[in-house]
Each structure stands twice: as C-alpha cells, then as structure tokens.
C-alpha cells in the first residue's frame, strides 16, 4: 500500500501563488510517474501536470506557461508551484501517482486539498 499526503492548498486571490506538495510513503515501492489532477464544482476531474520519475512533465494546455511541476526522487515527493491563478482554477487538487508492480502498475490517489482562487 502508497499513501499520499498532499499540502499546500489554500485561499489565494487571482494573480497569485500557490505551491502544493505530495509526499508518498508506504512499503517497498517504485514510482513510475506522480502527478496532480483537479476537479472543479460540477466538471469532471482533469489532468494539471505529471512528472515520471526520470523528469519527463506532461501539463494541461490550460497550465503551461504558469505551472511547473517537479519532483524529489529521494523524497518520493512532488510539487506543483502554481502562478497567475485564475478563479476558474478553483478546485480540489489530488495527487496521483502510478506505482511498479510484480505483474504491471498502479494506481493511487491522494484525498485532495482545496485550491480557491478568488478575491
């Protein structure tokens, strides 16, 4: 079994900042990829960004060029720092990482913490 412990969600006005942080912690583990998805008040949950473990990122469209995503191999840690926020990018944000196993992968989730962009 993964957990996954995010932090770093929060209030924030438009324009501003934020960076969130997920840390993975269990038994023996390999992790391919850890990656943050959201999902906004009644809209389907959406990739942010992932990151594998040899440092290859995929963004959203809507993302690039204001979010950057990166990760501590050593920590088993990622982090997402979040710039020019827009009230529209409020949501939860999970973290997600897609785990090595004896016959494939998978998946884990973390709880969520809450982004809200607004003044």
């Known amino acids: 079994q993964v957990q996954l412990v995010e932090s770093g969600g929060g209030l924030v006005q438009p324009g501003g900042s934020l960076r969130l942080s997920c840390a993975a912690s269990?038994?023996?583990?390999?992790?391919?990829?850890m990656g943050w998805y959201r999902r906004a008040p009644g809209k389907l949950r959406e990739l942010v960004a992932t990151i594998t473990r040899s440092g290859s990122t995929r963004y959203a469209e809507s993302v690039k060029g204001r979010f950057t995503i990166s990760g501590d191999n050593a920590k088993n840690t990622v982090y997402l720092q979040m710039n020019s926020l827009k009230p529209e990018e409020t949501a939860i944000y999970y973290c997600?990482?897609?785990?090595?196993?004896?016959?494939?992968?998978?998946?884990?989730w973390g709880q969520g913490t809450q982004v809200t962009v607004s003044s």
């Open positions: 997600y990482t897609n785990i090595a196993t004896m016959i494939g992968s998978r998946d884990y």
């Open positions: 269990g038994s023996s583990f390999s992790i391919n990829t």
